[in-house]
């Protein structure tokens, strides 16, 4: 896979050598990032909602009611957003408060919404979102009637202005705090899947699927 | 603690249920949240940034180089802001497709940035930065030099204009479903520490700190 062309906008120019253009590392953080951030201009105001979204080839879905205000304004207007996904990976504790960090990986696109009407596209992305919060959930549920595939829009945007910035590995010290005796590493974060809770009004006798387990 | 008042840019149309106005929920996030995202515009493009930030009192603040682009431009220019967090709960799995959900929670402020170049303020909120993350840290460290307070920028944003957004709970499924064979319920989620993984080139015989384990 290739890399996305630099632009004024997603060239990273602090700390560039965190900077990476490439798909792989790009589309595996969208992949695995529960929601997006998606901003946009209103009036010269800038507003930020997160919400969740799914990535196939080189476009990115969100989806929400027909009814919803900012899908319906960011759809009417064309507006250009920006568009970011971010990990955390670890808290990196330094020698010095100075080098504190952490360890993170986070995307940013920028991108025009389009409107998805095609049948099989909007079918596709909706399955794509509930497959990627629970694999193998979709061939288990009931299936969107006509009027739920009405009342859902779904906008997607193409994925070619992008950037990421990743920081790994351990804290980088000045190199006379190397001799102190304060410890000094990483704490990794991950979020973390519980054991499912039943809801409480499940039918008596409907165990736990296996992809569950 | 008493609400932020709605104003016509924070009030929740989409969902009003979920809509928190009130600051014990929008502290608490924010201070469980470990980054937030900044939007701004610039020549009527949105941007974002995810950067790590500290609650204190009524004030958000977060830091950066001096020589941060972003900083500089949304400092020089008093740039409106929007900063969210948002925390994500659990994956919430319906009985059908399109009640499928997610429980999180998620602030968002409207704010516009300050200098913060009163020292004992400055000085203040970078030991919350780095207790937040890692509580007890900031007497275990090489405190910062002259030179290292002069390299940061701080800025802080009242919160003033704020509001949240929480889904909690089982799914919503629609009356007849509940009938369907189909488990539901909420698979939790929360992000883990794992244990401290040492520098390798930390100082022989200097032991992982009690606050850390």
Request: aromatic share 10%; proline share 8%.
């Amino acid at each position: 896979m290739g890399d996305f062309p630099r632009t004024e906008k997603t060239e990273i120019t602090r700390l560039a050598k965190r900077g990476a253009y490439d798909q792989e590392t790009i589309f595996s953080l969208l992949d695995e990032a529960l929601y997006c951030n998606v901003a946009y201009v209103r009036e010269g105001q800038p507003f930020q909602i997160p919400t969740g979204f799914v990535r196939i080839d080189n476009k990115i879905y969100i989806h929400g009611s027909v009814g919803s205000f900012y899908m319906r304004e960011i759809r009417d207007k064309k507006h250009p957003v920006c568009i970011s996904a971010t990990l955390m990976d670890g808290l990196v504790l330094a020698r010095s408060a100075f080098h504190h960090s952490v360890n993170y990986r986070s995307v940013v696109i920028f991108a025009e919404p389009q409107l998805v009407d095609n049948t099989d596209e909007l079918y596709a992305a909706l399955e794509a979102f509930t497959e990627k919060i629970c694999p193998g959930r979709w061939a288990d549920v009931r299936k969107p009637t006509p009027n739920e595939w009405k009342e859902t829009m779904v906008l997607s945007f193409d994925i070619k202005e992008a950037s990421a910035k990743v920081r790994t590995g351990p804290p980088k010290d000045d190199e006379e705090d190397y001799a102190l005796d304060v410890w000094a590493g990483v704490v990794p974060l991950k979020i973390n899947h519980f054991p499912p809770q039943a809801d409480p009004d499940l039918k008596p006798g409907v165990s736990v699927p296996a992809y569950l387990k």
